[in-house]
């Protein structure tokens, strides 16, 4: 599902190509796409509608760096909304800014992982901030509830509240705080039944619970599947005790997540948690980038366009381009190009940023195109004469001995960057003829090696 989606994306962006800003019918092309991505996600309806009048207000007439596409300025944009959406502040620590002891209400329908994140929370606190933790299970419905986490405690090596049989939630409750009081807790978790829909009698107990224990943290749990639904639970939810926080959990399996953005949207609530499996290591601070990405389902397009920007001299990447059309591009033109790269950084870390890269990245495996290489193919080129450079076809045996020796490689390696060069330039060729597709439109994507790629299509 996520190859499908960034594949679908990049189809529409790969279209988007001119330069300049951003034309409204550019802009809403690209939405359509990303709107189906996102219901694709299990992003709420009417979450999807907000979210992509924000994203048309900001993108058209938006200026297109000339280094990026069109396509990738979309979706940067496209991205920065949604990080933004999702809480772009980044990681949300759980509030324990309150009297000891703090109370900590878990709630959430059933099945959503209240109890298994309740276990990991309190390992969580123990470990990492060595406070003393009571787990109190408030969930009568399930004869087995308090059991399990009694179990949970024990592994996490924490106190869970003795077991009393035909006690009420308030009634334990109540006995929770008193115990930790008593007793010195620094931390309690209170883990509460849930149903497998929401009902009137589950939000009043909830109701009932809070207004004894003043949570400093009420945390809606949610399941990353939830779809449609994200939305009426996380509502009704927060009008009956007034959700402060969000737990995501099973983030470990394929769901992308969808219902993170509705939750925060309804709640206004930041997410602080996300599941990642049923051990009680696998819980992990919300990061709004990383679940922003798995949403769109695209590589690190933001992370890419900064670096773009960053490290690439715009008008030197402009200056190449216009002479591999014109036809002119020579080994000094093709040095430049690879300065140009190695500044990068890593090329195939560069590459593994890009939407739609899973189809080739076993082909840029084989290329083995590292920096190491571009190094040595700078000296090579560094160690030729300004002619040979501008007439590489002057390199003949002699010289290229010269060549191999004054650049510490093998005759073999000036052999290998010639025939790259020869074969940069006749793909130049080919696709100068290609005319309107040509090179200038490729931006990035015209300073990459064209070696060992497959075809004509360009990851930029
Ligand atoms: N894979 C995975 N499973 C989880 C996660 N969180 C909870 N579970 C599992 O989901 C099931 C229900 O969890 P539980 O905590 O009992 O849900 P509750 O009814 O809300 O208390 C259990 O089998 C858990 O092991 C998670 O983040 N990832
Ligand atoms: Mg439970």
Do not use: W
Request: aromatic letters at 2%; a positive charge; charged letters at 25%.
């Amino acid at each position: 599902m996520f190859e499908a989606l960034s594949d679908k994306l990049s189809g529409v962006f790969d279209k988007l190509r001119r330069r300049g800003a951003l034309s409204e019918a550019d802009v809403g092309e690209a939405l359509r796409e990303v709107r189906l991505a996102l219901l694709d996600a299990d992003v709420a309806l009417p979450v999807v509608r907000d979210f992509i009048l924000k994203v048309r207000e900001r993108a058209v007439g938006a200026e297109v760096l000339s280094s990026v596409t069109p396509g990738q300025q979309v979706v940067k944009i496209v991205n920065d909304v949604l990080i933004e959406a999702l809480g772009g502040e980044g990681a949300v620590p759980i509030n324990l800014n309150a009297a000891a002891p703090v109370p900590i209400l878990m709630v959430g329908l059933q099945g959503s992982g209240k109890t298994t994140t309740s276990g990991k929370l309190a390992l969580r606190f123990r470990d990492r901030l060595k406070k003393k933790v009571l787990l109190a299970s408030l969930d009568t419905q399930r004869p087995a509830a308090q059991l399990q986490l009694q179990q949970l405690a024990e592994q996490a090596q924490v106190t869970s509240l003795p077991i009393v049989p035909g006690q009420t939630p308030v009634q334990i409750a109540q006995r929770a705080m008193d115990t930790a009081r008593r007793e010195g807790f620094d931390i309690v978790i209170l883990d509460t039944a849930g149903r497998l829909a929401i009902d009137q009698e589950l939000m009043n107990e909830v109701k009932q619970v809070r207004a004894i224990v003043h949570p400093a943290e009420t945390l809606l749990v949610v399941d990353a599947m939830t779809g449609q639904d994200a939305v009426n639970t996380s509502k009704a939810f927060n009008e009956a005790v007034g959700v402060t926080g969000i737990v995501m959990t099973r983030m470990d399996g394929d769901a992308r997540g969808g219902a993170a953005l509705s939750m925060r949207f309804v709640t206004g609530a930041p997410i602080k948690l996300i599941g990642v499996g049923e051990k009680q290591d696998a819980l992990e601070d919300f990061h709004p980038e990383r679940v922003a990405g798995r949403i769109l389902g695209m590589g690190d397009i933001v992370g890419l366009v900064e670096k773009v920007t960053e490290t690439i001299d715009q008008a030197e990447a402009e200056k190449l381009a216009k002479r591999m059309t014109s036809g002119k591009f020579d080994l000094e033109d093709f040095a430049s190009q690879l300065n140009q790269i190695s500044k990068m950084g890593s090329l195939t870390g560069i590459l593994g940023m890009l939407p739609g890269v899973g189809k080739i990245k076993d082909q840029l495996a084989n290329a083995n195109i590292d920096n190491k290489m571009l190094k040595r193919q700078a000296a090579i080129i560094s160690s030729m004469t300004k002619k040979e450079r501008k007439l590489p076809d002057l390199i003949k045996a002699s010289r290229k001995k010269r060549i191999a020796a004054g650049s510490g490689v093998t005759v073999q390696d000036v052999n290998k960057l010639l025939k790259q060069f020869d074969d940069m330039t006749t793909m130049m060729k080919r696709m100068n003829k290609l005319g309107q597709k040509g090179l200038m439109r490729q931006g990035m994507g015209a300073l990459m090696p064209q070696r060992q790629m497959p075809g004509n299509r360009r990851p930029f």
